[in-house]
């Protein structure tokens, strides 16, 4: 009995901190498609680009991940400001589709590139404390993935006070609430946008540091990701920033719960049950709204 129940808290306690990485995925993705109501499909592309730049780091010169992240971090946010600025701002005026067709094609090009530079084959990174682990209560934690769960706690909170408590906040709400009124009153809704996708950018950067500790990284990666990240942003509510916090939790203690008592070959596909079940019960997401 004992044993049962510490199973099942190790497992809740691994499907969280896995959960809390997946937050931090599906938050760039919701929060852009909030203000901007575009769904970034390159959004798994630029985590695999932010794996494969801290890769580099950490054998060029080397530079430990969690170092590793201000870089990282801010190589990404420039990269999503030239990107929306070039290639998928001017897409605002022209049908839907092309935001599709858009950012489908930049994660061609970017897993194609990772592709040609970094070669086909699995790779990882292995430092001192990739496999360590701490005890508490009998449960064993594992010391990358709580290190990255708290990174991501402290993020997510600087990023709710910055959306709340700052001018930029401000001007991203009621961008996102109503464009031609923020315009009205003076705001430069290209520029937010711009930001909305530099900040959307760096935080999936920001996860791909946090995940290649723990993880094998291939240029095909991308894929996997932008896929988890849109479960957790439908899960959590479209354009729901804190919802997409529930939805990443949801997907990770689904994934390990299945992978524990089930079958860890089908981890992929305990998540994605889930989400049809929450679709089922709940079509506008957990913390979403139905509109007429």
Known sequence: MVEGVISLVQSLVNGLLTGGIYAMVGIGLSLVFGVMRV??????????????????????TGLDPFLAIPIVVLAGGALGWVTNRVLVGPM??????????????????????????????????????????????????????TLSFAITVVVIAALYGMLNRTELGRAIR????????????????????????A????????AGVLLLPVLYVIPTVGSVF??????????GGMGNVLGAIGGG??????????????????????GLIAFLLVLLLRPAGLFGRSQA
Request: glycine share 10%; charged share 10%; proline share 3%.
């Open 39 to 60: 769904i970034n499909f390159a959004h798994g592309e630029f985590l695999a680009l932010g794996m494969y730049l801290t890769l580099w780091l950490f054998r060029a």
């Open 92 to 145: 605002a005026s022209g049908p839907e589709k092309g935001y599709i067709l858009m950012t489908v094609g930049i994660g061609l090009v970017i897993s194609n590139g990772l592709l040609l530079g970094f070669g086909a084959h699995p790779q990882s990174i292995y430092t001192s404390y990739s496999t360590a682990t701490f005890q508490l209560a009998g449960v064993s934690f594992s010391l990358p993935l």
């Open 174 to 197: 009621a961008t996102a609430q109503n464009p031609a009124a923020a315009e009205l009153q003076g705001i430069d809704t290209q520029r937010v946008r711009n930001a909305v996708f």
């Open 199 to 206: 900040i959307g950018v760096a935080l999936a950067s920001l």
């Open 226 to 235: 932008t896929r988890k990240a849109f479960v957790v942003t439908v899960l």
């Open 249 to 270: 939790l949801l997907l990770g203690v689904a994934e390990s719960l299945g992978a524990t008592y089930l079958s860890s070959g089908y981890r992929d596909a305990f």
